[in-house]
């Protein structure tokens, strides 16, 4: 198997030997006598004897708490008899590894132990599958899983750019951290891992996982259990970043490499067991390393499964073909009027977008620059009645139409969404499937008409519809070619946000209130930092506690005591001002907190709240439960201490909800059924600020025209300059109507004299001026927008 050479490898890291860690004597030692069948325990336990310093852990690990032996154990030969050759071996090579490679100081950003507690998790988890799966040796699988990631510790300690830097810029980061890597740090952990496993002689199944354990390993042609042991180290890695076991504490964008369900059917093995036995074989050694770890009752195995519907769509959005690439201009030997590179700024604006809005604007702003539509907009399905909204709407019905609904069924869109099949209409008028209300209403002329469906697993979602173009020509069959490849990428970028979303929502949000968890409360208040950014110095926090739940569940059932809970959080939303944060620490337990606060409106909070509880919440409850409300004032600098601090305000007495038995289900509802909500959620926030993004001045500004329709051009002065749009000046000679559709060009009176082309709809005429819309207004433009800021 080819790695990478020596020189490639010096690019990124400083070889310096007399730094650079090898790999352990003792641990080589102990592998090549694994791979003896004639090898005794006397023949390990002298190799572990010879390094005192091994000998004496691995005997204080038998010893320790993980283990609870009645009597403590002074030789290895006893602890054999208890734990068996291969627990003993599996531990010394840990200890090892440990002790020669992993212990090293590190950056602070780069926790050691807790990447090491990744490691072990991965190395656990690895084995539990490879057992699953019947691999052949499962205590391979395990090595492998403990040294995967070993690459990250040389990019840490002999990397030519920091890792610790890098390693603080992964919060935001968009794509995943292995390709991150590769762009900043020059090569990914994987193959700099499988270099020193090849030149550290370890056994090539060992280096072949590291190597590909995050990448694409289908043409390598491998026999079929070296693909298996492969994808069990993928597996059991992304897994445990699932579940917050990663070696970061990020949340990244998970990844399974192509090749890996080929390798394992998924559906065959029990994974929710395999994760049990990790958790709680790992929960037993984090009392000897101390670690912090999810205990087992934490495991969500809706967790899991969004987990592995995102991954599926980040390898196909990364691996596979950009669908965009195969697009052709739908006029060949036509110059575009500002330019046509479609698959490059799809593709990097889309990686960018933080919302759902975003994304739609991107691709809506390509479809205007590809078919130059007269109209176009993105039908979403109702999920509550199957009804059509226009959620997204561009051109000229878009102030008319956005967010009316078209009933189930009706019209070409309705056809669309029904059928799933993509359709052409040259002229409306002879198609009995067109419906003439939504032109009635506008009072808008269709004559021709393209659309597609959004799929994500062969459910249609929405509809990409497109209405006449702006020469008049009709649409062919290669703009219905172009229209679906838009449409699959575009229904791929909406899927990977989605559950990137949900995924996000899942890790940082309570299930019943929808308010931030415990995990974000930690996170939020976690350092100095962090608090500072978010709080300030000074802060206060309110804690209310819901005390005495059972006797409502007992009297009521526990829909009654999760309407209380819900009804708890509703009163603190609506007590709480702008800048104010609510978390749900606990089963019964919330916390408010109050940045830049004083204590005279901490105490007021403090008797707003305990009076709307006794007004709004308790009055409903025939077994109305205690609310305990305290209040205390912290500084950043005990910001460590957060936790502490509500606890000691806590009653020590407990009456959480009951478990529920789980439902089976596997995963959240489909995407189809969840994503128009979550358009019009995003357009609702956005409502309050559409004002403070219309900037407008007053300019006089030089600029030419052109006609689309005559081909005349002439001189405009701008009068009046927008984001949206413009007013100018209407030359004498030339007769401009309203819905005129013309390409404008106009220089800026800024010090950068930047060049302005825009195509732009004539919506008022006046004496001698006109009004004019922007026809495609880019979703990013640096030029405005520093034009109007300055």
Known sequence: MDFLSEPDIKKVLRLDSETLPSFPAAAARLLELSRDDSASFEDFSKIIETDPGISVRVLEMVNSAMYGLEQKITVLSE?????????????????????????????????????????????????EIARETGYKDPEEAYLAGLLHDVGKIFLDLQGRSSYTDFVKTLADATEPVIQKERAVMGLGHDDIGAFFCSRWHLPEKIAMAVKYHHQPFGQENFPGNDSLLISIISLSDFFCWSQGLGSFDIVPVPMLPPGVEKAIDLNAIDIVKCMSNMNREIDRISQFYHFTFPSASKIKENLLWTNLKLSRINTQYYFQENPLTRIQPPHPGKTEPFGLDISLEFGKLLAKAKTMKEILDIIMYQVGRIFQPVHWSILLKDPKTGDMVFSVVVGANKKKLQGVKLPRGEGIAGHIMETGESVIVEDVAKDSRFSMRVDQYTGFKTESIIGTPLKTDEKVFGVIEIINRINREPFTSKDLENLSLVAEYTALAMEKFYYHQTLKNMATKDPLTRIDNRWSFEHALGSRETINKSYGERFSMVIIEITGLWPIVQAEGRPAGEAMVKKTAAVLKKLKQQEDTIYRYGEETF????????????????????????????????????????????????????????????SRQTSSLPEENGSGQTGPAGMENHLQPLVQEEQNRAEPDKKKGIFEKKVLLSGTFTHLK?????????????????????????????????????????????????????????????????????????????????
């Open 79 to 127: 602890a054999a008899l208890f734990l068996g050759v291969d627990e003993i071996k599996k531990l010394a090579i840990g200890m090892s590894l440990y002790r020669g490679l992993f212990q090293s100081a590190g950056n602070g950003e780069f926790n050691r132990l807790f990447f090491w507690r990744h490691c072990l998790s991965v190395a656990v988890l690895s084995r």
């Open 591 to 650: 916390v408010l907190v109050l940045p830049h606060d004083t204590m005279d409106r901490a105490e007021a909070m403090t008797k707003k709240i305990a009076r709307a509880f006794s007004l709004h919440v308790s009055a409903q409850f025939t077994h109305p439960p205690d609310i305990r409300i305290s209040w205390v004032p912290v500084t950043a600098e005990e910001g460590h201490r957060v936790k502490e601090i509500v606890e000691s305000h806590l």
């Open 710 to 790: 005559t081909g005349s051009s002439g001189h405009i002065w701008i009068k009046r300059l927008s984001l949206k749009g413009v007013k100018f000046t209407i030359p004498r000679p030339h007769r401009i109507r309203e819905n005129a559709f013309l390409d404008i060009s106009f220089t800026l009176d800024d010090v950068k004299r930047s060049t302005i082309e825009r195509r732009i709809v004539v919506r008022n005429i006046k004496d001698n001026y006109a009004q004019a819309d922007f026809y495609n207004p880019p979703p990013y433009d640096k030029n405005l927008g520093f034009y109007f800021m300055a």
